[in-house]
């Protein structure tokens, strides 16, 4: 298998499409494992993981610790809230810390943007970013076009419109870097208080109406609307947002043409996705999921690849 042409997983941003294309095969070999009897494969037994966690998280913290397990890694997990953060501990100290106990991978969740970039300058470690503040979710974009793929074939040319709130979402960042190295077309849409103004300056389109949208489209990618994030109204309640901007199966009905629907999770049931269209034949968001161990596996194993043994 070949080398990805970076030193740590920060960004889409950073990556070529070469490093894609490497992911993406080293990804379908690890699919392959995790699909047999016994899911797991020796490859990483003198490798040591740090799974640091400063933010909350289901899917990524669960999916990273189950792709070190199958590559037979020794996993430690860091939860900031049961930490010393608590006692004022700065982020370079805690790091240097979980390293001085000979860790070789951190996997960083963080509130702060360019939190893992900061650590890949300061800590001899490989540093894969599980998500920084508003910024990124590399991973989460790796997959996100991986289930693309498997489910159509390719990602060139297919129209991909990502919907909701693009403002707060590091998937929608790291979505439309990938899928744009790939040669895919991308819009957004959502409402204006919720598009950053930048968008036009990344060559994606906004498209206000969501009928058009989705007639426009191949593929939906549905994001959730992050309140946590948002110290100010954008939007006047959440019921009209559901009437303007929430998928039902009603609207999909009368588009005339299947398409496929995706969300990165956590769902609010009912506000952006009516349960019916999220448990869909439609749907690939568990395919999303199953897909994230791979894609994971992948990217650690090309990683380990390069720690001096
Ligand atoms: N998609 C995603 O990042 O989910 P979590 O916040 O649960 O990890």
């Known amino acids: 298998m070949s080398e990805l042409s970076v030193e740590h997983l920060l960004g889409i941003k950073y990556l070529k499409s070469s490093d894609i294309d490497i992911i993406f095969k080293t990804a379908d070999h690890f699919k392959e494992v995790i699909n047999r009897p016994i899911k797991k494969v020796p490859s990483l037994r003198d490798i040591t993981i740090a799974n ?12 990273f610790e ?9 996993v430690i997990n860091f939860s900031a809230s049961q930490s010393s953060v608590k006692k004022g501990e700065t982020l370079i100290d805690t790091v240097n810390n979980i390293l001085a106990m000979k860790v070789d991978i951190v996997v960083m969740r963080h509130a702060s943007v360019g939190s893992g970039v900061f650590l890949s300058r300061h800590v001899d470690a490989k540093i ?4 920084d503040g508003t910024h990124e979710h590399p991973t989460q974009a790796l997959l996100d076009s991986y289930s693309i793929r498997e489910k159509l074939g390719n990602v060139k040319g297919k129209k991909i419109v ?42 994606v389109e906004v498209e206000n109406n969501l009928k058009k949208a989705l007639e426009w489209c191949d593929v939906a990618n ?27 199966q009603e609207i999909l009905d009368n588009l005339g043409k299947k398409i496929v629907i995706m969300h ?34 992948a990217v650690i194993y090309l990683l380990a690849q390069q720690v001096k043994r």
């Open 66 to 74: 189950l792709a070190e397990k199958r590559l037979s890694a020794d």
């Open 264 to 297: 990165p999770g956590p769902i609010n049931r009912g506000v952006e996705i009516t349960s019916d269209v999220a448990d869909s034949n439609d749907s690939i968001i568990l395919n999303q999921v199953e897909n994230g161990v791979a894609v994971r596996m």
């Open 52 to 63: 640091l966690f400063f933010e909350n998280s289901t899917r990524t913290k669960l999916s």
């Open 128 to 131: 894969i970013n599980a998500g």
């Open 222 to 248: 549905v994001l959730r609307v992050q309140h946590e994030r948002m110290d100010i109204k954008y939007f006047p309640s959440t019921r009209e947002y559901t009437q303007l901007f929430g998928i039902n």
């Open 162 to 203: 990502i919907i909701g709130d693009i403002l707060h979402s590091r998937v929608a960042l790291s979505n439309i870097f990938a899928l744009q190295l790939q040669g895919a077309k991308v819009k957004v849409c959502g409402p204006t208080t919720l598009i950053p103004k930048y968008i036009s300056s990344l060559g």
